[in-house]
């Protein structure tokens, strides 16, 4: 094995990268605020109308289904710290507390 090979995996090293200063492009900081904002708007709108929106039935089946969601939990938890007052009102009660 020669010296130049690693004693672990047998590989040559290999020299370290040169790192390069990079230069800031155009859209991150040689424009103005306006340009920048403009640009931010464009692309916004031209995102929006990409997107693919919901019609007005699903949006009412999804709105029902979490206020049913939103009703059965709170009434579960209303529940559950009903029954924990109950059991510690009365271990109170029965320890002499």
């Keep these: 094995m020669s010296e130049e090979e690693n004693d672990i995996t047998g590989a040559v090293p290999q020299a370290p990268a040169v790192r390069r200063e ?3 492009s155009k859209s991150s900081g040689g424009e103005n605020f ?3 904002t403009t640009h931010f708007l464009r692309d916004t ?3 929006m109308r ?3 929106w919901p019609g007005a039935k699903e949006v009412q089946n999804t709105t029902i289904i979490t206020l049913i969601a939103v009703i059965f939990f709170a009434l579960y938890l209303f ?3 009903r ?3 109950y059991v510690i009102d009365h271990l109170r009660t029965f320890l002499g507390g």
Aim: avoid cysteine; proline fraction near 6%; aromatic fraction near 6%.
């Design 34 to 36: 306006v340009g920048r």
């Design 50 to 52: 990409r997107v693919s």
């Design 22 to 24: 990079r230069k800031p």
């Design 83 to 85: 029954v924990w007052a």
């Design 45 to 47: 709108r031209a995102e």
């Design 79 to 81: 529940g559950i710290d």
